[in-house]
Nanobody
């Protein structure tokens, strides 16, 4: 059983940057593909980025490609999401998710068994 705790959210002006972190515990972190999803008010939860268990492959939604970078540190049991050039439409609750023995390429909520509680990101224009 994996527990995930996100941190790093906050209020930032458009064009600014934030780095989200997700600390994992309770499982062998290196066996899990990790992903970030987000959910804005009144909208479905959507895939943002994913990373394979090895960190060798990364995947991004078109809306964030070139602005966001997902990475992981298996020694620290932590996955990161570096967000640059933030836009007002990036405002959402951001969730960390984990899937065992997966590639991290799936953009489906159903593919991930473990979820964090979420961290709010608000981008002011």
């Amino acid at each position: 059983q994996v527990q995930l705790v996100e941190s790093g959210g906050g209020l930032v002006q458009a064009g600014g940057s934030l780095r989200l972190s997700c600390a994992a515990s309770g499982g062998t972190f290196s066996r899990y593909a990790m992903a970030w999803f987000r959910q804005a008010p009144g909208k479905e939860r959507e895939f943002v980025a994913g990373i394979a268990w090895s960190g060798g492959n990364t995947y991004y939604a078109d809306a964030v490609k070139g602005r966001f970078t997902i990475s992981r540190d298996n020694a620290k049991n932590t996955v990161y999401l570096q967000m640059n050039s933030l836009k007002s439409e990036d405002t959402a609750v951001y969730y960390c998710a984990a899937a065992a023995y997966a590639s991290g390429s799936s953009d489906s909520v159903a593919s991930y068994a473990y979820w964090g509680q979420g961290t709010q990101v608000t981008v002011s224009s």
